[in-house]
């Protein structure tokens, strides 16, 4: 793995962590389709590469990490979710149904990993440069829009700035 790649998941690991981040993001999934690897990367290249992440570099990355999304991470995703309002198929199986489900969320998990891993290789960022709040803001916006879901401006801004002032500067936590 690369060290841009390790440096990507440390600081998506450590954002999503955040108060309020994982809540937004699986808002933006849920609602209005937005990939939370594609998001993850464009605040973490905003900021800690201090990368211009516009639409056509979140779309040239998404046709890449786009059939790895729709083949993988979303059936996996789909079978975790429909575990969880599904009864196993005999009552005695509650725990072993429940650990099944966990192991396919660590799974996802790891498909999601992949996809940060293959986002931080193919956009080959330089290292050392920071961005603003502002060029964070505009990165999220970019990943939002290229999802193309008709969102209200206040329903998206108000996700986006939960995750935006959650993004650490590289001053206040050289490990993210």
């Not at 690369?2 to 994982?22: I, P, T, Y």
């Not at 079978?79 to 196993?88: E, H, I, L, N």
């Amino acid at each position: 793995m690369s060290a841009d790649a390790e440096d990507l998941w440390r600081f998506a690991v450590a954002l999503h962590a955040r108060s309020g981040v994982e809540t937004a993001c699986l808002a933006l999934q849920d609602e209005a389709g937005v990939d939370v690897p594609l998001l993850l990367f464009a605040a973490w290249a905003a900021s800690h590469r201090g990368a211009t992440v516009d639409r056509s570099l979140l779309e040239a990355l998404d046709q890449r990490i786009g059939p790895w999304r729709e083949s993988v991470i979303r059936p996996l995703r789909t079978v975790r979710r429909t575990m969880k309002s599904s009864q196993p198929p005999h009552r005695d199986l509650d725990k072993a149904a429940a650990e099944l489900r966990s192991r396919i969320k660590t799974v996802e998990l790891e498909a999601e990993r992949l996809s940060l891993d293959a986002l931080a290789l193919h956009a080959k960022l330089p290292p050392g440069q920071t961005g603003t709040r502002a060029s964070v803001l505009a990165a999220l916006r970019a990943a939002v829009e290229l999802a193309g879901a008709g969102l209200s401006e206040s329903w998206r801004d108000r996700h986006l700035a939960t995750i935006a002032e959650a993004v650490p500067s590289t001053e206040d936590s050289p490990s993210l």
